[in-house]
């Protein structure tokens, strides 16, 4: 930005009547570009973090709910000597 008066000067000194409204350096320019498309890629990670949240919990209320309906046969299951690890791979595999 230093060089700025300069630079309308010869703009200047070979067109009187060329107007110069904006003068930016390149680094400006690519922090402007950077700013509209670090926003949009912020934009669509919170938009796939809530997509996320919303999967995990579909799948937590189609467990949870298979479990609740098959409580007396997982009862039954223990008593008749089934493992918690079987119970429960059991469970997700049905789930």
Do not use: N
């Not at 904006?22 to 570009?33: F, K, N, Q, S, V």
């Not at 949009?40 to 997509?51: R, Y």
């Not at 298979?66 to 008593?79: D, N």
């Amino acid at each position: 930005m230093a060089l700025a008066a300069a630079v309308r000067a010869a703009i200047w000194s070979v067109d009187k009547d060329q107007a110069v409204v904006r003068i930016a350096t390149m680094d400006e320019l690519l922090i402007r570009t950077e700013a509209r498309r670090r926003f949009a890629m912020v934009l669509f990670a919170v938009f796939a973090g809530v997509a996320m949240l919303l999967a995990a919990a579909g799948i937590y209320g189609v467990l949870a709910g298979s479990v609740s309906e098959r409580t007396r046969e997982i009862g039954v299951r223990a008593a008749l000597g089934a493992s918690s690890a079987s119970i429960v791979g059991w469970s997700c595999g049905r789930g």
